[in-house]
């Protein structure tokens, strides 16, 4: 099984900009979609972005339209979520995924990170 480890979280100002990484261990497939995915307190998790491994294809939630960008490194087998122009309303554990498309997209993934916080401050 496929294991991801994120890290790159931490405390920013608003306005401010983070980049998330989630590397993964062990054999991850090539159909494989990657995902981020956030969550607060009393909150279900909810879909931030996602991934196709194959072609890079990408799929981002309406909240982060323009101001974040998901990618990937194959060869590193790591995938990246850049944010930009971050709100408190971004503050959340951001988790990584990885599974099959219409797995992740209905929230389940066949492996998941550990999470890491992300706080903006105001």
């Known amino acids: 099984q496929v294991q991801l480890v994120e890290s790159g979280g931490g405390l920013v100002q608003a306005g401010g900009s983070l980049r998330l990484s989630c590397t993964a261990s062990?054999?991850?497939?090539?159909?494989?979609?990657m995902a981020w995915f956030r969550q607060t307190p009393g909150k279900e998790r909810g879909f931030v972005a996602a991934?196709?491994?194959?072609?890079?294809?990408?799929l981002h939630a309406d909240s982060v339209k323009g101001r974040f960008a998901i990618s990937r490194d194959n060869a590193k087998k790591t995938m990246y979520l850049q944010m930009n122009s971050l709100k408190p309303e971004d503050t959340a554990v951001y988790y990584c995924?990885?599974?099959?498309?219409?797995?992740?997209?209905?929230?389940?993934?066949?492996?998941w990170g550990q999470g890491t916080q992300v706080t903006v401050s105001s």
């Open positions: 995924a990885a599974g099959l498309y219409q797995s992740l997209v209905a929230g389940r993934a066949a492996s």
């Open positions: 062990g054999r991850i497939d090539i159909t494989f979609t």
């Open positions: 991934i196709r491994l194959s072609d890079g294809n990408t």
